[in-house]
């Protein structure tokens, strides 16, 4: 049981929800804005499978991620959620914004200390998403939730690392799916 000292100490945090029953979270001042169906410019065609593109936002062009993708999930932008978050990638960095695909409306909660817990390691594609960008992780409801680090969320490199597990996502060929099931 905790101390009363440690059941105060808590703090607010966005629930993030990609679809699928993959959730992250952020801290409540990190998450900006919500939106509905905003209007994407197209990605490149070169560009990250996990980059859908971006979106003006403020007078910035902001990209706009699909996390879903890299955990495996498919349609993930149904949902038509696009929340915006802001992140340092240094102290003394200037703010910087990306927004994120959801599947549902963030979820304002409460995290606690005594919540803390290490990552699950029964699907390798999830811990490997989640140790590179997770701070650390709480469980809600015995579900664990990584708090996200958006600066490395938003890299380059970070994006690149996500787009392997997007290519891993993809059908398999036509012609190597007849063969399995010939």
């Excluded at 952020?26 to 070169?46: A, F, I, K, M, S």
């Excluded at 929340?83 to 102290?91: M, N, V």
């Amino acid at each position: 049981m905790s101390s009363p000292a440690e059941a105060g100490r808590s703090a607010a945090a966005w629930l993030l929800d990609f679809g699928g029953g993959k959730r992250a979270a952020v801290g409540e001042r990190e998450l900006q804005e919500v939106l509905v169906r905003p209007d994407l410019t197209p990605r490149p065609d070169q560009a990250l499978a996990v980059l859908q593109g971006t979106l003006r936002w403020r007078d910035m062009n902001v990209p706009v991620l699909d996390l879903g993708l890299a955990l495996g999930l498919r349609g993930a932008t149904a949902g038509g959620w696009v929340t915006i978050a802001a992140f340092r990638e240094r102290p003394d960095a200037a703010v910087r914004f990306g927004a994120l695909v959801l599947a549902a409306a963030p979820v304002l909660t409460r995290v606690s200390d005594d919540m803390g817990c290490s990552l699950p390691e029964d699907c390798l594609r999830e811990y490997l998403v989640w140790s590179y960008l997770g701070l650390s992780c709480f469980k809600q409801q015995e579900t664990v939730i990584p708090i996200l680090a958006l600066e490395r969320l938003f890299s380059e490199s970070g994006q690149q690392r996500l787009d392997r597990f997007c290519a891993s996502t993809a059908a398999p060929p036509r012609a190597v799916a007849e063969e399995e099931h010939a």
